[in-house]
């Protein structure tokens, strides 16, 4: 829609929304990857048993994606064998409806602080909903490109739909020029950065996929875990918060 030309910004505004650029690029690096760790510590319990097939890294890389940034367990159902919704969350250490527990937020408000950023969880809980509703739009999949049961290595080349970067930088200059004049006139800069952050949050729930797709490959190990009450061998990535980072990084370089 149009926007006012009588809508000026404070002098500090241009350093502002940049700031305010940094912080969502800084987001979308840190959001995913406190999850993806607790997730490789669930998986990473050693035993030993029955000679099985070792769960395939595709199988396992789509499971966690759908995790990581869904949410969405049922694909960890069908690849481990679990029958029970609730002990799948229990066993990755997911609890309630969004992937941002409030540990997470806390931890962003205090990462965020350090950086120099006085973000209130509530304005932390308004951005992370906006990438888990955006997040939703991630279409993944993955497939092993090479795999070696002998040296325990492989690697699986993933597959995701990307958005323009270029659009998260537009949010914040979007959300900038649409301030409240009387909150402009007012000059005060928490209210400021924070009414930002609630426009923002609007317009990065509503960034589209660009259509386009890139491919990249993540190095998995073989390591043997129990699910279940099971001592299976599975692929997991080597590192599972470098699997959380390329993921979201790829997603949102488009």
Request: proline share 3%.
């Amino acid at each position: 829609r149009e926007k006012s030309s009588s809508i000026r910004h404070p002098p500090v505004m241009n350093t502002g929304s940049k700031k305010g650029v940094i912080f969502v690029m800084q987001f979308r690096r840190t959001s995913a990857l406190l999850l993806a760790l607790v997730m490789l510590i669930s998986l990473t319990l050693t035993g030993c048993g029955k000679k099985e097939p070792p769960i395939p890294g595709d199988q396992v890389a789509e499971a966690m994606a759908d995790i990581l940034v869904k949410n969405d367990v049922s694909k960890a159902m069908e690849v481990f064998g679990y029958t029970d919704e609730a002990e799948v969350r229990s066993n990755w250490g997911i609890d309630g409806d969004s992937i941002y527990t409030d540990e997470v937020v806390d931890e962003l408000v205090s990462e965020f602080s350090n950086m120099g950023y006085k973000a209130t969880a509530e304005e932390i809980r308004v951005i992370t909903d906006a990438f888990s509703k955006l997040y939703k739009g991630i279409e993944f999949t993955a497939r092993v490109k090479v795999a070696d049961e002998e040296t325990g290595v492989a690697v699986v080349t993933c597959t995701v739909n990307t958005v323009d970067s270029e659009a998260f930088t537009q949010a914040m200059l979007d959300a900038a020029s649409e301030l409240d004049p009387d909150l402009l006139a007012e000059g005060d800069m928490e209210d400021i950065y924070g009414q930002i952050l609630y426009i923002a949050a609007a317009n990065i729930s509503e960034i589209k996929s660009t259509g386009r797709t890139v491919d990249y490959d993540v190095d998995f190990e073989l390591s043997t875990v129990e699910i279940c009450g099971k001592i299976r061998q599975v692929w997991v990535p080597k590192d599972a918060k470098e699997f959380g980072f390329q993921l979201t990084y790829h997603f949102t370089a488009g």
